[in-house]
């Protein structure tokens, strides 16, 4: 709303997690209870990844990617308003919108067995780039 909040109706009580993401800023996660005082949400600057699988490039390939960060955990990628853990790749390149700061463990598979792993480092406000051999 105009005063800086904003509300989710008909949450059961508990303890969660809130993805927030905006455009142009990192997809965050937030520990939140209900009920609970509100929380302070800031996002950061986002980085942009270019991932490219050299194998796969001029190809019609389709495989699936994840991105993990240090802690283990998948990226939330929030697309249409949905959360994402695993996004596809067309023809070796994808473009990840949203990343955090940090370093990212990049992994991508096809539905034959195929793997291609790397290492990304993300920057706010910057592209960075891994190729995944």
């Known amino acids: 709303g105009a005063d800086g909040l904003f509300e989710v109706p008909g949450v059961a009580e508990g303890s969660w997690e809130l993805l927030v993401g905006a455009p142009g800023l990192a997809t965050m996660r937030f520990a939140v209870a209900v009920p609970g005082p509100p929380v302070d949400v800031a ?16 190809t019609s390939a389709v495989a699936h990617l994840e991105i993990v960060d240090a802690s283990g955990r998948r990226f939330p990628s929030l697309s249409s308003d949905r959360y994402d853990p695993i996004l596809r790749v067309e023809s070796g390149r994808r473009f990840i919108e949203g990343l955090p700061p940090g370093q990212w463990t990049v992994r991508a598979a096809t539905l034959d ?10 920057v706010p406000g910057a592209l960075s780039q891994v190729r995944l051999d």
Request: no cysteine.
């Open 113 to 122: 067995g195929a793997v291609w792993t790397g290492v990304a480092a993300t």
């Open 43 to 58: 996002l950061p600057l986002a980085g942009r990844l270019a991932v490219e699988i050299p194998e796969l490039l001029g």
